[in-house]
């Protein structure tokens, strides 16, 4: 053992589960790829205000689970807990919103909560966030969950739900909250969810010991007391995503752990992952810009999680094997350092062709060179030693049927590209 180990809570992927994770984000990409939303990079760390405005004081994330530090400066520094409040500062302080509205973007990367870590739950973790800023039309709303509805549908993850639900807004909002208040204070409860009736009364619905659960059945819920506007929206909103035929269902006690949300709020859920089956969520932030100081700019995105994605694929796959796509088609096999150079001009020139290649390093002897390129997965072997090189060939065995070919060295490589299936992008 080595004298240390990763900080407790960080998630990590080494090969061959790496694939899994790669494939994971590359899904949601490809996604917003095709909806037209650009890529964006954003800081992992930011000034703390810009959460402590921005996520809300009196959320859990702020309060308890951030990972604030001073820097060298005096500077109070915070590393990201999630992604929309440093998206948005970003946007502004480049000034996108002055150009064509909605701004379409994307981003992904780690994010960092103080959290108890278990399963499906880490302290570091990885997201895939996608956010259109911009705009008030409901469609943009259903675009987004489309776009990650398909992403999940593209990694044959079949079990999903999609949980909806509104919050209303800076009108309708503050009458439901008195009238929750109202009701929360008539309940046996502890001091501490006492106080959290009076912060954020919303937060007590998403209580998840069975005794406060328990006195919540008879709660108001906020879809009995959206405005005209909301209402309207909320509605168009749930007919655009059965027109696409997305099925999802009302969760009218759905509230999500972050403040600035408002109107559209919505989760995805994974019934195969036990207690964290949150595979991502989302929802509309129209305010947040101005209470970060920004202009008005109304705009809604979801955040996935990649990790319990990851896991949800290996749920709903149990017993098939992790993709190949960074297994090796040809492995290499030089005997011999003269063999060296011609076999690394060869395996370079394939992967230039869009085949995926590998090669023994570190002379390992015929045997144990050979042992590699069975695990490798490739379907040709290459060899290339002192016989084969004073004849200007290379043999070429095929380790599905162990038939072998000797090629003139000049042509080993359309010979193989000729058989094997491009996968990856081609070098010109
Ligand atoms: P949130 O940013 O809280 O809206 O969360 C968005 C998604 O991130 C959730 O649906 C989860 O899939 C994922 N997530 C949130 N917290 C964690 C965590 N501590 N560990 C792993 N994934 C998380």
Not at 43 to 49: H, K, L, S
Not at 95 to 101: A, R, V, W
Not at 275 to 282: F, K, N, R, T, W
Request: charge should be negative; glycine fraction near 10%.
């Amino acid at each position: 053992m080595v004298d240390f180990q990763a900080p407790k809570g960080v998630s990590e992927y080494v090969p061959p589960r790496g694939a899994l994770f790669a494939e994971a984000l590359e899904a949601f990409t490809a996604s917003a790829r095709r909806a037209c939303y650009g890529r964006l990079e954003q800081a992992v760390f930011e000034d703390t205000q810009l959460f402590v405005r921005g996520v809300g004081e009196s959320s859990d994330v702020v309060t308890k689970e951030m990972y604030t530090f001073e820097d060298r400066g005096g500077r109070s520094i915070t590393l990201r807990p999630e992604f929309t409040a440093g998206l948005l500062r970003c946007v502004l302080e480049h000034g996108l919103n002055n150009g064509p509205l909605p701004v379409k973007v994307w981003t992904a990367g780690p994010v960092f909560r103080y959290e108890r870590p278990q399963s499906g739950r880490y302290r570091q973790f990885y997201q895939f966030d996608l956010e259109a800023l911009g705009t008030e039309d409901p469609a943009i709303d259903a675009e987004t969950i489309a776009v990650a509805w398909d992403a999940y549908a593209a990694l044959g993850l079949r079990r999903l739900r999609l949980l909806l639900n509104s919050l209303g807004d800076r009108e309708c909002r503050p009458v439901y909250r008195k009238a929750l208040q109202e009701y929360l204070r008539g309940l046996d409860l502890d001091s501490e969810t006492r106080q959290r009736i009076e912060l954020n009364p919303l937060r007590v619905l998403d209580d998840k010991r069975p005794e406060v659960r328990a006195q919540l059945t008879g709660a108001p819920v906020m879809t009995d007391y959206l405005c005209a506007a909301c209402a309207a929206h909320h509605d168009r909103v749930r007919d655009l995503l059965s027109g696409l035929s997305i099925p999802w269902s009302d969760e009218p006690r759905l509230v999500r752990g972050l403040d600035y949300y408002n109107r559209t709020t919505y989760e995805f859920d994974h019934p195969l992952l036990g207690a964290q089956s949150g595979i991502g969520g989302g929802g509309r932030y129209d305010g947040l810009s101005e209470d970060i100081g920004g202009p008005p700019l109304p705009s809604i995105g979801f955040a996935v999680g990649l990790d319990r994605i990851v896991l949800a694929i290996e749920a709903e796959r149990a017993g098939v094997p992790v993709s190949h796509a960074y297994s090796a088609q040809v492995f290499g096999v030089p005997l011999g350092s003269g063999a060296q150079q011609d076999m690394l001009t060869l395996v370079t020139a394939l992967r230039r062709a869009g085949i995926r290649a590998d090669m023994a390093f570190g002379h390992r002897g015929l045997k144990g060179a050979m042992k590699a390129a069975d695990r490798s997965g490739a379907s040709y072997a290459v060899l290339i030693g002192d016989h084969e090189r004073s004849a200007g060939l290379v043999r070429i065995r095929n380790l599905e049927n162990g038939e072998q070919h000797d090629v003139p060295a000049d042509a080993a490589a359309a010979w193989l590209t000729e058989r094997l299936p491009a996968e990856g992008d081609t070098v010109r």
